[in-house]
């Protein structure tokens, strides 16, 4: 029996938030490491450096190199609201980093492989339609969380990294900022420029899917697996750091 795409995305997220606990354990045991005796020498002194120590690190606006992620803020503690041009620059370069042509890709033949729109049809001409709907969906729903609403609203777009507690309490944490955001006066609010804006980007999508798909309980149901996906990705923004500290340095 074939798996709804909402069976196959949560089928996708529990392994993801898997590997990222068995990630995040992996740092925290390197951390808790026993240091040498002040008499021993160390690894770093028996053998020989290179001759260029220099490591190349992924840019942190890409999360794996490919998933766009300019709006997260690994540095919370001196935080400056944004102004209307920044928050707006944010939710573009979002939508339009060359990466987000290729994520746009991967849900619109994750789309096609699951026929959710069978009047798109098949081959090259029906992926051309759902990469079409794949990439509005995304660049519409960046537009109105990230910049329009809030700009409107006060809001500060940004996803501020907690970077510290144990694995489960910054999942949670990283969940509620869907929920809770940063003001432009400093304090918490309601995220309604989450929630509406991805809402709004929902309807608008009625507008370039089939007819036989525009229905009130489609369209809620689009809106409830959006807040879903960015959920899950806040948690890959959240633990990010980590992974590239595990990944990458020595």
């Known amino acids: 029996m074939r798996r709804s795409p909402a069976c196959l995305f949560l089928s996708i997220v529990c392994r993801v938030l898997l590997f990222v606990n068995f990630l995040f354990a992996g740092v925290v045991a390197v951390g808790q490491e026993t240091p040498a005796p002040p008499d021993a020498p160390s690894a770093t002194q028996t053998q020989s450096k290179p001759s260029n120590p220099t490591q190349h690190e992924p840019s942190k606006n890409h999360i794996l190199w490919i998933i766009p992620n300019y709006r997260s803020d690994e540095n919370s503690e001196e935080i400056k609201p944004l102004t209307p041009a920044e928050k707006m620059k944010v939710s573009l370069d979002d939508s339009f980093d060359p990466s987000a042509f290729l994520v746009a890709g991967i849900f619109a033949g994750i789309s096609m492989a699951e026929r959710q729109y069978t009047p798109f049809g098949t081959g090259a001409q029906g992926f051309g339609k759902y990469y079409g709907g794949a990439f509005a969906d995304q660049a519409i729903g960046n537009i109105m969380t990230e910049g329009l ?51 709004v980007a929902a309807g608008i999508s009625n507008l370039y899917y089939p007819a036989t798909d525009r229905s009130f309980g489609n369209t809620a149901n689009k809106w409830g697996q959006q807040i879903a996906l960015d959920a899950f990705f806040n948690v890959t923004k959240e633990f990010w750091p980590d992974m590239r500290k595990k990944l990458f340095s020595h």
């Open 149 to 199: 609403l809030p700009v409107a609203l006060h809001q500060d777009p940004r996803y501020f990294v907690k970077g510290r507690g144990g694995f489960w309490k910054r999942t949670g944490y990283a969940i509620s900022r869907e929920f809770i955001t940063r003001g432009d006066d400093g304090l918490s609010h309601f995220n309604t420029s989450e929630l509406a804006g991805n809402a």
